[in-house]
RNA sequence: CGGGGCGUAGCGCAGUCUGGCUAGCGCGCAUGCUUUGGGAGCAUGAGGUCCCCAGUUCGAAUCUGGGCGCCCCGACCA
């Protein structure tokens, strides 16, 4: 679990310390954990309307780094964003059968409005393909209007039965690009790039955290779609989240909107679509890749506050003097684009310090009147919790160091523990065996056939599934016998109880 | 949608079995003083439709019936 890859803390009376960490040290509760953490470091509350969130600024401020990672990339990659409105006819729903079939069971509808009774009903949009299709069908006339490259940030909603917090509520924040091109290699390739140059590369060098990028099992495929890409991240419980995905549609929604155009040869072709998503989903992934028993841990990168400064001090003399301190070294960090924030609240120091911990804040600096007199401050790790005097010229260099330590040793600790909780499984039996232990679930990797039997065997008598055929296999061989039936099989996929 | 648990102050809970005075406790909140280098102390104070409706009773947080909501475990999903 997450919370076994901190350090050990120094410098502590270990009495306190208990009496701190009691509710966040439960490790056999993963999910109250969770939700505490939620709760504590205020990144969101609950709605009066079941399966609902409200995000609170902290959380909020999260998302605003996720959007602006995404949103740089998504244009760097030649989109444009637009917004499409939020219901959606219900006819337009039912045009591509899978696609309905599919979101039938979560989708939200409004029948009434203005008090009347609606001649047809609205759903309100699960995703929206479906308003993309009818719009691209009018835009696109000449193989000269492709490719149209889209994004829209927009809320959707997901009748779901049960959810939580980031993970799965019936309403959430998220991105969907929507792409239309002249031919299947064009959209094979649109998939591609966004799933490693938008995804991945947000993910892992922003957030911090491990992926493994793959092909989903049909069973898992987008409903709709011709084929589906996704990056899978390991929790700190060891159980999966998908923390993006990319479609390949294929001519499905070019047929049920008719989406044509004049070819350059004179014939006239369907386009081929893509769609893709990520969501705020990535805030609980981030919550539950770092965090550990004294709260979140963020990535410098996307950190709302990269470092605090706590001033100490006893008398009125000390204020002034700490005060001063203070400020000139706020400005200093300010001015060199540091995201620095001073906490003067009437708390005690040691308040502070857990505070800011459990808000997961990277870097921490104290100054009292000790530090002034040795012309230092003292620095704290959130990622190691280790703390150390600084020379005071030095702070800066010191900490744009340190940030980015933190960042590259948040990804390591990650990676380190996926790996830790990675097996591989060469029949039923052993793969059983991977699921069996609560304390050690994770990854495994096994040959599985194809055959959708097997895969809906096995998820009913492990409640595991296949998050991805890995497009980087762990072994050379190019094909073993199915974990489940042993018959060849030439699948390498990923197993995990997923969220 | 099945199985289990729970609704009492902002949060966490006791009280309910066995009906009875003005419904308590901890945290938090407000004010004041003393404090402040790992969750400070004392004092004073504010804060309640006891989830809702109906019933039983002289009297209901407590008993009965119905309803609603939340959490956890499963099946469905970004």
Known sequence: ?????????????????????EDLADKDDFSAWYHDIVRKAELADDS???????????????WEAVQRGLDMRIKATGHENLYMPLFIPMSFFEREAEHVEGFAPELAVVTVGGNEKLTEPLAVRPTSEAIFGHFYAKWVQSYRDLPLLYNQWANVVRWEKRTRPFLRTSEFLWQEGHTAHRTEEDAEQETLKILHEVYADFVEKELAIPLLRGQKSDSE???????????????????????????????????????QFLDEDGQRKLVWTTSWGASSRLIGALIMTHGDQYGLRL???????????VPIWRKEAERVIVQEAVDSLLQELTAAGVRAKSDWREQTPGYKFNDWEMRGV??????????????????????????????????????????????QNLFNQALDFRKSRTYQAAN?????EKFADREKLGFVETWWCGSADCEAEIKAKLQATIRCLPFEKSVKAKSGTCVYCGKPADKWAIFAKAY
């Open 1 to 21: 679990m997450a919370k076994k890859q901190t350090a050990q803390p120094q410098n502590l009376p270990s009495e306190d310390e208990a009496k701190f960490v």
């Open 48 to 62: 009066p309307v079941r399966g609902c969130m409200v995000i609170r600024p902290y959380g909020y401020a999260l």
């Open 221 to 259: 495929r987008f409903a709709g779609a011709l084929r589906t890409y996704c990056i899978e991240a390991m929790m700190g419980d060891g159980k999966a989240l998908q923390a993006g995905t990319s479609h390949n549609l294929g001519q499905n929604f070019a047929k049920a909107f008719n989406i």
């Open 299 to 309: 990535p410098p990168k996307v950190a709302p506050i990269q470092v605090v400064v």
């Open 362 to 407: 990277p870097i921490r600096l104290e100054i009292g009147p000790k530090d002034i007199e040795k012309n230092q401050v003292i620095m704290a790790r959130r990622d190691n919790r280790a703390k150390a005097g600084i020379a005071r010229e030095t702070v800066l260099s010191e900490l744009n160091r340190t940030l980015e330590e933190i960042q």
């Open 428 to 432: 039923f039996t052993e793969l059983s």
